[in-house]
């Protein structure tokens, strides 16, 4: 898998290329700013790009700005927006053109390299990996009077699926079969009145708006 | 002979019933006009005190202007002119019942402690010069003895004609005294009777004209010596400036920290996460555990890397010796850490200071020592902190190559820092040298 890294601090930039290179990536191109990210993907082609948010000359938005440039210019280029702090209107703008391959999650994800490297696959593979924070900060924004219908356990598969968890990876991190994470899904579905979807990137979406309606 | 200069004046001064005359009605008229009285007697002696003092010292100061005494008597005449201004002032309350309040421009910097530094006396008579309400207080004192005259005899004439008037049929009953005063003689009671209701009938003029006189006289005071709208709102425009300036200070202050954070620590405690979760990796898989090792010991170097900026970030903050020790020892130890410049530092005694003050004293000294260390190239640099009154003075000179700009990035964000606290900064930075930065920090009780 071919990846462009796009960091602008080297402390982190390096620690990004050698993890993901440690776990079976090609890291085609490391680089500091949003033009250089541009040039890059043109040039390389890269199956999935990690992206930094704030990146030189300002230090605000520029990777967010970057990623959308590239998606853009390359439809459907798989991009992973990392950050220190994540806000749900960069995920919101990232999910807006409805193609599958994007995900934001927070730096310190990074530090359950399994699961990191599982989300960059996912993102590479045209799914979703929405950080577990945007997801609270939706919940918390959505209210508790429209969730009250779930169960708590129909509340962790909702907020897993809004992260983009495939019902595999559902049941792996729940510790439930697969069978079981299906019914979770098709009961929240029936009582949020979403249309039934096997895509999991549709299913995203669908969560998500719910979650913002 | 300054404080007093410095009051916190209304905005607004309305005619107000004062605490001294709430009565209303006939009563409450004639203990008004016994205050005007009061007041115009006291014009005279007080016109006439501050007219001789005026001309006798300004003419003092004027003719022995070459030879250089003339400069300390202009002074002293100034100061003395504020004085009496200040009795004038208070004199008003003799009729409104509250002292006319005063405004004068800058507060006056310089304490004589430092004669040597010409600048410093400079800039201090350039502040009492220009104070224009130095010159409005010496109008008053020359036009007080014009008003004063005209109000003294304005009451003491009115108020003799009425009385003598008045008295008449008294002294009439007084056996063996003769009324003949040449133009007028009195031979029967009905005369003196007359003469009685002459009295009464001026009474209503007396009281109007003395009224009236001192209606005036408080008027000129007013205007010459109270501040007026147009300097209130210099002052507020003054006052909403720097304060502009320090919201701005603190944002730029918070907009650094959070940038350092961001950079700094936030950033290595992600290397280290990244490194343990790659450590972690590989000591789960039971492979290759000295590569698992040096990872580890790579995030504990990037911990204490983190620590040491967390370390140096809450310094930037408030500087934890500030807060233990107060500000004596947390300056005397800047002092200590001046790069390759010997520096003096005294504190004199200062009392206890509000955290706000302390910290913009100690950055003070703080980036006055860094600009030392950096640009100088001095041999001795000296810091003193010293408390007069609620003013706390903080100066930094040094014997270097001068030539400061005083709109450089660190000395524009300590004025931002000062003026916030409603102080000053000056520096003084010759090309050439010495270099001598002086920080005012009002620590009002």
């Given at each position: 898998m071919r990846v462009v890294i796009t960091e602008?601090?080297?402390?982190?930039?390096?620690?990004?290329?050698?993890?993901?290179?440690?776990?079976?990536?090609?890291?085609?191109?490391?680089?500091?700013?949003?033009?250089?990210?541009?040039?890059?993907?043109?040039?390389?082609?890269?199956?999935?790009?990690?992206?930094?948010?704030?990146?030189?000359?300002?230090?605000?938005?520029?990777?967010?700005?970057?990623?959308?440039?590239?998606?853009r210019r390359i439809p459907g280029l798989p991009v992973l927006v990392l950050s220190q702090y994540v806000e749900r209107i960069f995920a919101k703008e990232l999910l807006a053109d409805g193609t599958g391959g994007v995900g934001y999650l927070l730096k310190d994800r990074v530090a359950d390299v399994g699961e990191f490297v599982e989300a960059v696959r996912r993102v590479a593979d045209g799914g979703t990996a929405m950080d577990p924070e945007v997801v609270a900060q939706l919940v918390a924004g959505?209210?508790?009077?429209?969730?009250?219908?779930?169960?708590?356990?129909?509340?962790?598969?909702?907020?897993?699926?809004?992260?983009?968890?495939?019902?595999?990876?559902?049941?792996?991190?729940?510790?439930?079969?697969?069978?079981?994470?299906?019914?979770?899904v098709s009961s929240i579905f029936g009582k949020l009145g979403l249309p039934p979807s096997g895509d999991d990137h549709r299913r995203v979406l669908a969560v998500i708006a719910w979650l913002e309606e | 002979m300054t404080t007093q200069a410095v009051q916190q004046p209304t905005l607004e001064h309305p005619e107000r019933p004062s605490a001294s005359a709430p009565r209303r009605g006939l009563g409450a008229f004639l203990a008004l006009v016994a205050r005007d009285t009061l007041y115009l007697l006291l014009a005279l002696p007080m016109g006439t005190l501050f007219f001789s003092f005026i001309v006798a010292g300004w003419s003092t100061a004027i003719g022995s202007f070459i030879t250089f005494i003339g400069v300390p008597v202009a002074v002293l005449t100034i100061w003395g002119t504020r004085g009496l201004a200040w009795v004038e002032r208070s004199r008003a309350a003799i009729v409104t019942g509250e002292r006319i309040p005063g405004l004068y421009r800058r507060r006056l910097p310089f304490r004589g402690e430092d004669w040597a530094s010409l600048n410093e006396i400079w800039s201090w008579l350039k502040a009492l010069v220009l104070d224009g309400q130095t010159w409005r207080d010496t109008a008053y004192g020359l036009v007080l003895l014009f008003t004063g005259t005209i109000g003294f005899t304005v009451a003491v004439t009115m108020w003799s004609l009425t009385l003598s008037l008045l008295s008449v049929p008294a002294w009439w009953w007084i056996p063996g005294v003769d009324l003949d005063a040449g133009f007028i003689s009195?031979?029967?009671?009905?005369?003196?009777?007359?003469?009685?209701?002459?009295?009464?009938?001026?009474?209503?003029?007396?009281?109007?004209?003395?009224?009236?006189?001192?209606?005036?006289s408080i008027s000129i005071a007013r205007g010459l010596l109270g501040c007026d709208k147009r300097r209130l709102e210099e002052r507020v425009e003054q006052l909403a400036e720097t304060r502009a300036g320090a919201v701005d200070a603190a944002q730029a202050e918070l907009e650094r920290i959070e940038r350092d954070l961001h950079d700094g620590a936030q950033a290595r405690l992600v290397a280290v996460a990244l490194d343990l979760g790659m450590a972690e990796q590989r000591l789960a898989a039971g492979a290759d555990p000295e590569r698992a090792a040096e990872l580890v010991r790579e995030a504990r170097?990037?911990?204490?890397?983190?620590l040491a900026e967390l370390r140096d970030l809450a310094r930037g903050i408030r500087p934890a010796l500030l807060s233990e020790r107060g500000l004596g020892a947390a300056v005397?130890?800047?002092?200590?850490?001046?790069?390759?410049?010997?520096?003096?530092?005294?504190?004199?005694?200062?009392?206890?200071?509000?955290?706000?003050?302390?910290?913009?004293?100690?950055?003070?000294?703080?980036?006055?020592?860094?600009?030392?260390?950096?640009?100088?190239?001095?041999?001795?640099?000296?810091?003193?902190?010293?408390?007069?009154?609620?003013?706390?003075r903080v100066d930094v000179r040094d014997d270097g190559v001068g030539g400061a700009n005083p709109d450089g990035g660190g000395l524009r964000g300590l004025r931002g820092r000062v003026e916030a606290l409603d102080g000053t900064l000056t520096l003084s930075s010759p090309p050439g040298g010495p270099t001598h930065l002086c920080a005012e920090l009002p620590c009002g009780s």
């Amino acid at each position: 898998m071919r990846v462009v890294i796009t960091e602008d601090l080297a402390l982190l930039r390096d620690g990004l290329t050698r993890m993901l290179q440690d776990n079976g990536m090609e890291v085609v191109a490391a680089v500091e700013d949003g033009e250089a990210l541009l040039e890059a993907v043109e040039r390389e082609r890269p199956d999935v790009c990690v992206v930094d948010v704030r990146l030189p000359p300002d230090f605000r938005d520029e990777g967010i700005r970057a990623a959308l440039e590239a998606r853009r210019r390359i439809p459907g280029l798989p991009v992973l927006v990392l950050s220190q702090y994540v806000e749900r209107i960069f995920a919101k703008e990232l999910l807006a053109d409805g193609t599958g391959g994007v995900g934001y999650l927070l730096k310190d994800r990074v530090a359950d390299v399994g699961e990191f490297v599982e989300a960059v696959r996912r993102v590479a593979d045209g799914g979703t990996a929405m950080d577990p924070e945007v997801v609270a900060q939706l919940v918390a924004g959505r209210g508790p009077a429209r969730l009250e219908e779930l169960t708590p356990r129909e509340r962790d598969v909702l907020a897993l699926m809004a992260e983009g968890r495939s019902n595999g990876g559902i049941a792996r991190e729940l510790v439930v079969t697969e069978g079981a994470v299906e019914k979770h899904v098709s009961s929240i579905f029936g009582k949020l009145g979403l249309p039934p979807s096997g895509d999991d990137h549709r299913r995203v979406l669908a969560v998500i708006a719910w979650l913002e309606e | 002979m300054t404080t007093q200069a410095v009051q916190q004046p209304t905005l607004e001064h309305p005619e107000r019933p004062s605490a001294s005359a709430p009565r209303r009605g006939l009563g409450a008229f004639l203990a008004l006009v016994a205050r005007d009285t009061l007041y115009l007697l006291l014009a005279l002696p007080m016109g006439t005190l501050f007219f001789s003092f005026i001309v006798a010292g300004w003419s003092t100061a004027i003719g022995s202007f070459i030879t250089f005494i003339g400069v300390p008597v202009a002074v002293l005449t100034i100061w003395g002119t504020r004085g009496l201004a200040w009795v004038e002032r208070s004199r008003a309350a003799i009729v409104t019942g509250e002292r006319i309040p005063g405004l004068y421009r800058r507060r006056l910097p310089f304490r004589g402690e430092d004669w040597a530094s010409l600048n410093e006396i400079w800039s201090w008579l350039k502040a009492l010069v220009l104070d224009g309400q130095t010159w409005r207080d010496t109008a008053y004192g020359l036009v007080l003895l014009f008003t004063g005259t005209i109000g003294f005899t304005v009451a003491v004439t009115m108020w003799s004609l009425t009385l003598s008037l008045l008295s008449v049929p008294a002294w009439w009953w007084i056996p063996g005294v003769d009324l003949d005063a040449g133009f007028i003689s009195l031979d029967t009671w009905l005369e003196a009777l007359v003469v009685f209701g002459f009295g009464v009938a001026t009474i209503p003029l007396t009281l109007a004209l003395v009224r009236g006189s001192s209606a005036i006289s408080i008027s000129i005071a007013r205007g010459l010596l109270g501040c007026d709208k147009r300097r209130l709102e210099e002052r507020v425009e003054q006052l909403a400036e720097t304060r502009a300036g320090a919201v701005d200070a603190a944002q730029a202050e918070l907009e650094r920290i959070e940038r350092d954070l961001h950079d700094g620590a936030q950033a290595r405690l992600v290397a280290v996460a990244l490194d343990l979760g790659m450590a972690e990796q590989r000591l789960a898989a039971g492979a290759d555990p000295e590569r698992a090792a040096e990872l580890v010991r790579e995030a504990r170097e990037e911990t204490q890397r983190a620590l040491a900026e967390l370390r140096d970030l809450a310094r930037g903050i408030r500087p934890a010796l500030l807060s233990e020790r107060g500000l004596g020892a947390a300056v005397t130890s800047l002092g200590a850490r001046v790069g390759g410049v010997p520096t003096s530092v005294e504190v004199g005694e200062l009392g206890a200071l509000p955290s706000a003050v302390e910290t913009a004293a100690y950055f003070v000294v703080a980036e006055a020592l860094t600009n030392v260390a950096k640009h100088a190239r001095a041999g001795a640099a000296s810091v003193r902190l010293s408390r007069s009154g609620d003013v706390l003075r903080v100066d930094v000179r040094d014997d270097g190559v001068g030539g400061a700009n005083p709109d450089g990035g660190g000395l524009r964000g300590l004025r931002g820092r000062v003026e916030a606290l409603d102080g000053t900064l000056t520096l003084s930075s010759p090309p050439g040298g010495p270099t001598h930065l002086c920080a005012e920090l009002p620590c009002g009780s």
